[in-house]
């Protein structure tokens, strides 16, 4: 069966522009994660959605960084006003349940010129 | 809050020789502990899982980890290591009473030379 798919795997923009990161989760998985991971570090948690839902999102930095999942499967990561420190690869994990295993996608690799 | 210290960022090691690679954790709330495995240009994969129960955790591939709540630790071994096990390792957190997400370490990364 598929696992979690994210798209683009690059994407590379100017600072100021806007992106979008899409997250396709395993099929049936209720709870949707997203984490950012910068070079040479471990992945940090943004956001999760529980269903349609942001069940937490204690993790986005500011409020550039904002994501939806609006009939509850496919998640998508909008940052408006890139800023170079954006740059990053951004992972989206999904679990059957919530406190299920997660499963990660591959990564977006973001690049901020 | 949560957090996760691997000591080590690199590991070099011998094929067929033992490593461990180092975990500890600090959490005012109980939590479950995870191992996760990156292989080169792949996603991350869960390696073991402590929950509850046993304190020590074995993987199918031959890792292990045992849970020490009094030194807070989840270090992870493997008696004797294949080249096929470079890649880089993770642990992480999650605290029980509150979802699931996960609080990794910086990762460790393993080269297994020949």
């Known amino acids: 069966g598929a696992g979690v798919s994210q798209t683009p795997s690059n994407k590379v923009t100017e600072k100021g522009k806007y992106v979008e990161l899409r997250c396709d989760p395993i099929s049936g998985h209720t709870a949707l994660y997203w984490y950012r991971q910068s070079l040479g570090q471990g992945p940090e948690f943004l956001i999760y959605?529980?269903?349609?839902?942001?069940?937490?999102d204690s993790g986005l930095p500011n409020d550039r960084f904002f994501a939806v999942r609006p009939e509850g499967s496919v998640s998508t990561l909008k940052i408006q006003r890139t800023e170079r420190g954006d740059s990053a690869v951004y992972l989206c994990?999904?679990?059957?349940?919530?406190?299920?295993?997660?499963?990660f996608g591959p990564g977006t690799r973001l690049t901020v010129l | 809050a949560q957090s996760v210290t691997q000591l080590d960022s690199q590991v070099p090691v011998f094929e067929e020789a033992p490593v461990e690679l180092r975990c500890n954790y600090s959490?005012?709330?109980?939590?479950?502990l995870f191992w996760y495995v990156q292989y080169p240009n792949q996603g991350l994969q869960l390696l073991l899982k402590?929950?509850?129960?046993?304190?020590l955790v074995e993987s199918i591939n031959g890792f292990e980890a045992e849970f020490n709540k009094s030194q807070t630790s989840f270090h992870l071994r493997k008696p004797s290591v294949h080249i096929s096990d470079t890649a880089e390792y993770f642990c992480?957190?999650?605290?029980?009473?509150?979802?699931?997400?996960?609080?990794f370490g910086g990762g460790t990364r393993v080269l297994v030379k020949p």
């Open positions: 994990a999904s679990s059957l349940i919530v406190r299920g295993e997660q499963f």
């Open positions: 959490s005012s709330v109980s939590v479950y």
């Open positions: 992480a957190v999650s605290v029980k009473a509150a979802g699931n997400k996960l609080t």
């Open positions: 402590y929950l509850s129960g046993s304190t």
């Open positions: 959605f529980q269903g349609t839902g942001a069940a937490d």
